[in-house]
């Protein structure tokens, strides 16, 4: 099996992006090629191996990189683990899936404890990365008829739905909720009606109910929504500013 090469970046490739970089490979190194890089690298952090090495995740081999070290190379995901980076980042677009994700800095946090939190938080979105970007395909999932597919697409709060949802690779009921500027019973409805489809799938954690692309799509499917997300700047410009300003402060389920 032709392993998938993922790239993380962020500003300083000193705490984040090299925490994503030993957990995937840590997670599934055999089936991902794992790199990391920063923008302005500023050297590892001592504080973030001492994390890594608390959750026995190993450290060995990681160090601070230049993203123009890597320059040219091809990558099947490149992750972004800030807002900067992902701003910089942009040119990679055309050589594979861009995916942000935009977590706090824990250089910058008061909290002795920032750096643990940062390993959990990031711990659990690559969990859902490898799920969701697995080979195997349980055969319980139904294929998703194509008539299906682009009926569901026809309704504008869908359509912006799944294009979040790949964006961003899960999002909650209270995410969407924020992002569109819709009644959650609205937002709800039509979730439901995607997962029965079969474009989504859900798990709980809590209080909350995320929603990521379900396994089971064919990968022209998965193609279609990434292309049509990347082709219209402008219909997600303000629920991405939405998304990006909310604080879940409300309920989800």
Known sequence: MTKKRVLFVCSGNSA???????????????????????????????????????????TRGLRSKSLASIEGEHFDFVITLCSKAAEECRPWQGSGVLIDWDFPDPLNSNDPMAFGHTVREIAERIN????????????????VAPVDFFKSLADE???????????????????????????????????????????????????????????????????VLKRARENNGELLKTPLANLKASSRSVSCG
């Not at 709060?157 to 909650?172: A, G, N, S, V, W």
């Not at 439901?192 to 809590?206: A, E, N, P, T």
Request: aromatic share 6%.
């Open 16 to 58: 984040r992006s090299l925490i994503a970089e030993a957990l995937l490979r840590h997670r599934a190194g055999e089936k991902f090629e794992v790199f990391s890089a920063g923008t302005r690298p500023s050297g590892v952090d001592p504080k973030t191996l001492e994390a890594l090495d608390a959750h026995e995740i190993p």
């Open 157 to 223: 709060t869908r359509l912006l739905t799944m294009l979040l949802i790949e964006r961003q690779q899960e999002l909650c009921v209270c995410d969407l909720v924020e992002a569109m500027c819709e009644s959650q019973p609205k937002i709800s409805r039509h979730l439901r009606l995607l997962r029965k489809v079969g474009l989504l799938s859900d798990r709980r954690q809590g209080q909350w109910v995320f929603y990521r692309l379900s396994p089971g799509l064919e990968a022209w499917m998965v193609d």
């Open 128 to 143: 859902l990365f490898v799920l969701v970007n697995s080979e195997h395909v349980e055969s319980s999932l139904n294929p």
